[in-house]
């Protein structure tokens, strides 16, 4: 026997001696197109010797040059006794795809804080099998022998099959020998098998981690043999058409015809941005075996289908808090039908399972000294404070305008988003810069947190957001009663428009920043605590790489503090949904974390409004709270 | 507090002093349509008050004749203080259906076989619930109350929901106030939940058997409330027009799209038959909880899509024979889409659940002391022999000549089939007798048996199944090489079209009747019994309410045996299905039979050609087995 192990996708599989490679990459289960049969004349199956020997015959097609560099006709090609590695090119197709090391998402987050080694452990895995051979009258049927070897290796536990695996089973047990590998998930006492491929597969495992935000959607492809984030993919959630926020969302749901719209342009945005990653990475999707689905109660409810009507209708009463395993196929999600998909556990109806998954993100649950505070900056924005002994948490509507929502020129954070702002305070003249350096498309939330703050640093706008109507600049127009602000005309816009931001921009703006300030203030004040005893300020969100919290304190989205005490997390939803996707100890985390949390109403709360209405300014009615604007100012 | 009962339905509620009868229909679950929103003005509310008192004004519409018969417009009417029972008239939809104890189809199986009221247990079951009002701040969503509810009253097992209940949940729960009626089975330590209703519906719950021929499909329905089989419906089965027995399905579902071509056929016939039974009773489709299928091997294979090749290749190993439950809208079973299906256990390739069905419906599992033979006769023929210490199956292929099939003018017994032929031995024309006593359509099995018997008594025909040329009779004709008999001429027919038997149906009966009668033999001799130490010969197959089990012998498809030790069971089936749809004891006696029955290969066996080629004679060539029909000769 000899072992043959397939690059890229790992595979590997014991061949008997004399073995064409051909017919083992095929009972490893990769898939070559071979026009000619076989007969060494098309080079379909061409492959390279990385390392190990052969017995091989190619010379009738391949080139001298190309057998000294290692390349075979796989047809023409059999094993001797030696193991073998070899390799073939991307193209074949579904086999192929080189996974980098495309961790930049998650390096927002400290690592310490990520499962270790130990607590790796997927929710579904991979086991590979030889089953026995039937024989006359042993009264026993294919999936009877299967559940037999199943039950030898992995104990006596009742095993489920869905329908879709035991149509495949009598094909997959006789194309490759009874060599199989079987992904399967351990539910209680139950093995749920997932799938059954031919040959030995049990390197090629995925999984996805997705954020369903009101405004946008990130799904982050992992490789589940490593535990490595390999890829991830964001884009807006199709449902903003049919209203910018929850509350509209859950209005326009009130017909069932709607309801099931908003269900299927969820789920068109999820599976295009699965196609997207299955598509750069050269994997099908029927490879990804579970998934971890992270959002906010309402998204969570318009993802499966469920009426969301008494979320907004006291006593605010969700359908759901705490999912079971639903299967894919039924949910809707393309990966492997058959597989479970687990969403993160919500703690009522305004603090969902984006927030259980964001917390993991962060020291707010295990610290027994300190007190943190997580901000998650979305279009609701959620916020918590706790440590090891108490976890308390509100949420308050901020609007989609960080995420590019409801402001003109808005985007989220892409190439080609305005992310940074510098204003000339003579001219009133800006200098930008884009992700990615190319022609601007628009302005996300960090471009926007920059440039009003440049703006209100510069004396170009004043407290209450309006431009300085005293000066002229050749960058402010203004027509009939608003004033706007032309970052770029149209000849240097990506987008053939001017790219601006109004008086109603701003103004918006200014409502999301004050719905977070005051929030905030409030359920600290509410637990007796200033800022100053808050050790952590954790500040999520989609704001891509880069947010700068001393602007963003100057506008008075989060309290002006020693610039130490924040960390930017970036979109700890999709993070925490990675952490608990690649580890089952991280999924138990989180629901002790969705015990602990509770929830405080912010509406309930008396001086809400005043709170609120005192923030509805840069950065603030009281300038003690900001003093080095309040300095600058008396500059 | 009053309760009201309302009938045909059965469902009843328990409402405040005072409540309108209209808002309490309602309550219940029933939908009354009223066009004149309540106003007492359409007439369409109209019911009919069968016992207690209320307080009604519905004097504007009814005349006082009708009001001194009970009638009251329920949207005038409201409860005293008494219970109440009001009727609807059947025309209200959905909720009506008078339920006959239409249990023709299996009064002919002894009743001390059924289940006892002790064993009568459905495994979809239902119970009433009143779920607890949400809280502000409770921390529980929708779900979690209901699963409380339901652990108070069932005990602290774990609780499956379906995404599909899950999506009713929310709305029904705050339909009735929180009255509701849930549909559950209890599988291992489980409660899956198969619906959740308004108001009480606890009487209404019903179950279906089917039974899959490969010629013909039998659908009963059952009320589960009582376990009476209240209607049965039969039909081809569709997938005869892709071919006559189970070989040939097999080889045309050689192709992945012939494959799905034949599922989508059998289920198609399977919920024609549903739809029948749901129109015929006015239930809905989705008020069917479970169901109860039994079919051979090579069908169950079909009707799951799963590729059934391998049950006709060496060593013989199927996919599957203990089908696990299966959910029905993965299954495509039209009937309550959560709802789960069981699948009766097969032995083996050709002994199927139809088989560990019909064994129910005999004394052979059971029995101490004596022996008995049970032979199903079907497309395929199965015959087990036995008693309580051992069970010993075979397998033939008939083909489908008793059920109608492969014969020019075959029809299965329902209406217009010619079920009885008596000859005049003089002038050799006939004297037929139709089901329902129409105009004949063509003849079925009892038919053929009764036609070929009476021809053979009379010299019509010989022992090899061919006219006697020797004598003329206006009602057979020979035409080049073959003989047909016109049992009636077009005039007389009701298909227009004269009702004949050739030379070559017949000679597809005697192979037919061959191969049963060798298959007995055989196994008999394999354990070293002959015919007369058998107790009881139970004779099973789609013959309707009729078979004539001396004319039966007469051509030497039975053996020739005191006619008290046979007995007709029917489709023994589709009644063994009923059994164990109705309790849970039935279907553990069902795999303990599975489990015992041991498969006897006649393939294998030495001389069976022999005896198969012996019995292509009418009744046979050793006439020493037939005595009577030896006397009948030699006078």
């Known amino acids: 026997m000899a072992k043959i192990t397939f690059q890229p996708s790992g595979k590997s599989i014991d061949v008997e001696l004399g073995t064409e490679l051909l017919r083992a990459a095929s009972q490893a289960g990769i898939e070559i197109e071979t026009p000619c049969g076989g007969e060494g004349t098309c080079g379909k199956c061409i492959g390279k010797i990385i390392s190990g020997k052969v017995d091989s015959d ?8 190309d057998i000294a560099e290692g390349f075979v006709l796989t047809c023409r090609t059999k094993t001797l006794d030696t193991p073998l590695t070899i390799e073939f090119s991307e193209n074949l197709g579904s086999e192929g795809g080189q996974f980098g090391n495309s961790d930049e998402d998650i390096s927002l987050v400290r690592k310490e804080l990520f499962p270790k080694e130990k607590e790796f452990e997927p929710l579904a895995k991979k086991i590979f099998l030889n089953v026995p051979e039937p024989k ?7 999936i009877d022998r299967l559940k037999k070897a199943i039950q030898n290796e992995l104990g006596k536990n009742e095993i489920v099959f869905p329908l879709q ?10 194309s490759h020998d009874r060599k199989i590998t079987l992904t399967y998930v351990k539910d209680s006492n139950r093995y749920i098998i997932i799938n059954v491929e031919p040959g030995d597969t049990t390197t090629y495992l995925f999984g996805i981690a997705v954020d369903v935000g009101t405004t946008t959607i990130s799904v982050q492809l992992i490789s589940q043999h490593d535990g490595k984030a390999i890829a991830t993919a964001t884009d807006y ?8 926020d929850v509350i509209s969302r859950i209005n326009y749901a009130k017909r ?10 969820v789920l068109e945005s999820i599976n295009k941005l699965i196609f997207k990653l299955c598509d750069k990475k050269q994997i099908k999707n029927s490879d990804i075996s579970d998934a971890v689905v992270s959002g906010n109660t309402t998204m969570a409810h318009l993802l499966l289908g469920l009426n969301p009507e008494y979320i907004r209708l006291e006593p605010y009463t969700p359908t759901l808090l705490k999912t079971p395993y639903l299967v894919a196929s039924e949910v809707g999600i393309n990966i492997n039908p058959n597989s479970l998909i687990y969403f993160s556990p919500a703690v009522g109806s305004y603090v969902g399972g984006d927030i259980t998954a964001g917390i993991l993100c962060t020291d707010l649950a295990s610290d027994t000294q300190n007190i943190h505070l997580f901000i998650d900056i979305g279009t609701n924005g959620e916020i918590v404070v706790g440590n090891s002994e108490f976890l308390l948490a509100c949420a308050c509507s901020a609007g989609p305008a960080f995420e590019g929502g409801g402001i003109d020129c808005g985007m989220r954070a892409a190439t080609g988003a305005i992310e940074k702002v510098d204003i000339d305070s003579e001219t009133g003249t800006p200098k930008y810069q884009t992700i990615g350096n190319v022609k601007p498309k628009g302005i996300c939330g960090t471009g926007m947190i920059s440039l009003l703050a440049n703006l209100l640093l510069t004396g170009w706008i004043d407290h209450a957001g309006k431009f300085n109507r005293a000066k002229t600049s050749p960058s402010i127009k203004i027509a009939g009663k608003y004033g706007y602000y032309i970052i770029t005309g149209a000849s240097e816009s990506g987008t053939g428009k001017p790219i601006q931001i109004s008086e109603l921009d701003i103004d918006n703006i200014i409502r999301a920043k004050a719905a977070i300030y005051s929030a905030c203030s409030l359920m600290l004040k509410h637990i007796g605590i200033t800022f100053n005893e808050i050790t952590t300020i954790y500040i999520a969100g989609g704001f891509g790489r880069f947010i700068d919290l001393k602007l963003a304190a100057t506008i008075g989205l989060v309290p002006e503090l020693p610039i130490e005490k924040f960390k930017y997390i970036g979109n700890s939803s999709l993070i925490g949904s990675y952490m608990v996707c ?22 309930n709360e008396p001086g809400y409004m005043d709170q609120y209405t005192a923030a509805l300014f840069l950065p603030h009615t009281d300038l003690d709270l900001f003093p080095s604007v309040k300095s600058e100012n008396s500059t």
């Open 237 to 244: 959630n199709s449902q903003v058409k049919c209203g910018l």
């Open 165 to 174: 695996v035991i149509r495949s089973v009598a094909d997959t047990l006789r």
């Open 58 to 65: 190619s010379s009738g097609y391949l080139s001298n040059e």
């Open 256 to 265: 069932p015809e709607r309801l099931q719209e908003l269900r299927n342009l």
């Open 582 to 603: 690649i580890s089952q100890a991280y999924k138990e985390k989180q629901n002790v974390i969705a015990n602990r949390v509770t929830y405080f109403d912010l509406s």
């Open 136 to 142: 006359t009258n042993d009264g026993l049927s294919d």
